[in-house]
């Protein structure tokens, strides 16, 4: 390590403008997926060429570069991460962090995968993933998902579990699709000891003939319904990231709602995210961002170039997204191009 990487290093924190420390990195290996849900992408996307799509090398190298400046935990994202070539390769190359700075590897699937991969992802440092799906009946996953068939993922999901996985089930709340089972669905954790985590769908990308404001339901209104049925109690719980949390009594399971459009919880934020393309995205809901792919295919690439540009992209930090629903005028603001399975979850 030369001289100058060791000073760029004894400055060891990512401190933002907001003075939120960022400790928490969401990598997206791929921006393909084995499946198409209607409030992510249309039913034809485009996806990146193979090119354009960083090396696990590459993905590698940044990683080191975050974990040497402090960041703690990385979720591996996607697209569907599952789908890549090679992605156990990947969390095998990153498991010898975990004992030396980095605290968590973890990831966020949509399931189909985890029936053949939930031992590996076990074995190479995973303890716990968050598995997307937004109801129990076949029916409606193939309405949400077009392509999916949702016996494979729950054959994923008890799979993933035999392998003593921990799993949190996130839920996208959609108003006249899933609405009705919510009910169903919070008892399916309970007995499965899952913690679920619902989300609003947020204005992320073209998604072709739907919109999202007809579907979109406002998580306050979703715990109101909740309320009638089950006894919820606020509880301080934090996994750093943006969900608030209750506990249902009676039960083990944490209920947490992540609600971007109803309430804005920018003020805690503590990650950035890194596309599948090496582009660091400051805020999920903003345009400002770093061209990391550009460093890293530098015929005079150096580490301290890296790690100068990391620091670079914290100072840079937005405050906060700018998305807002307005029903009246049925419009969308601050809506963002890219697609959520561009960036990651
Ligand atoms: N394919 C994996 C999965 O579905 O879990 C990982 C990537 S996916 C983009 C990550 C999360 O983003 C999923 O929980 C998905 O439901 C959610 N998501 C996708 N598009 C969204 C949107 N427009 N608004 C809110 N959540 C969205
Ligand atoms: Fe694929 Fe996840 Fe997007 Fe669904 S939400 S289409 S599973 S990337």
């Known amino acids: 390590m030369t001289e100058q990487v060791k000073q760029l290093l004894d400055k060891n924190e990512l401190i933002d403008p907001f003075n939120r420390q960022i400790t928490y990195l969401r990598l997206s290996v791929t921006d393909r997926c084995d499946l198409r ?10 996806f990146l060429n193979k ?20 960041i703690k935990k990385i979720r591996i ?3 569907e991460p599952l789908v890549r ?27 189909t995968q985890l029936r053949k991969y939930a031992d590996e992802l076990y074995s190479n440092g995973v303890k716990r993933v968050n598995v997307s799906l937004d109801t129990l009946d076949q029916k409606k996953f193939k309405q949400i998902t077009r392509l999916g068939n949702l016996q494979d993922v ?5 799979a993933a579990k035999d392998a003593n996985l921990k799993i949190k089930i996130n839920c996208v709340a959609l108003k006249n699709i899933n609405d009705d089972e919510i009910d169903t669905f919070i008892n399916w954790c309970i007995e499965n000891d899952f913690d679920l985590t619902f989300i609003e769908t947020m204005p992320m990308g073209d998604i072709g003939n739907e919109t999202r404001l007809n579907h979109f339901l406002s998580l306050n209104e979703l715990k109101r319904t909740i309320s009638s049925n089950f006894e919820l109690e606020d509880i301080s ?7 608030k949390y209750s506990k249902i009594n009676g039960s083990s399971i944490k209920l947490g709602f992540i609600t971007p459009l109803s309430h804005n919880f920018c003020s805690s934020c503590n990650r950035i995210r890194v596309d599948a393309t090496g582009v660091l995205h400051q805020c999920l809901g903003q345009n400002n961002s770093l061209d990391f792919r550009k460093i890293l295919r530098n015929s005079s690439y150096n580490d301290s170039d890296l790690l100068e540009n990391i620091k670079k992209s914290i100072r840079q930090k937005p405050e906060k997204h700018s998305f807002a629903y307005d029903f009246s005028k049925a419009h969308i603001g601050g809506k963002m191009s890219r697609h959520m399975s561009l960036t990651g979850g």
Do not use: W
């Open 51 to 70: 090119r354009e799509v960083l090396t696990f090398e590459e993905m590698y190298k940044l990683c080191i570069g975050f974990i040497h400046l402090g």
């Open 154 to 158: 729950l054959l994923g999901i008890q």
């Open 237 to 243: 719980f934090s996994s750093g990231g943006p969900a």
């Open 77 to 79: 994202t996607g697209g």
């Open 37 to 46: 849900c209607t409030y992510c992408m249309p039913e034809k996307m485009t």
């Open 85 to 111: 070539k090679g992605i156990i390769d990947f969390f095998e190359m990153l498991k010898p962090h975990l004992s030396s700075g980095l605290e968590e590897l973890t990831l966020t699937t949509n399931g």
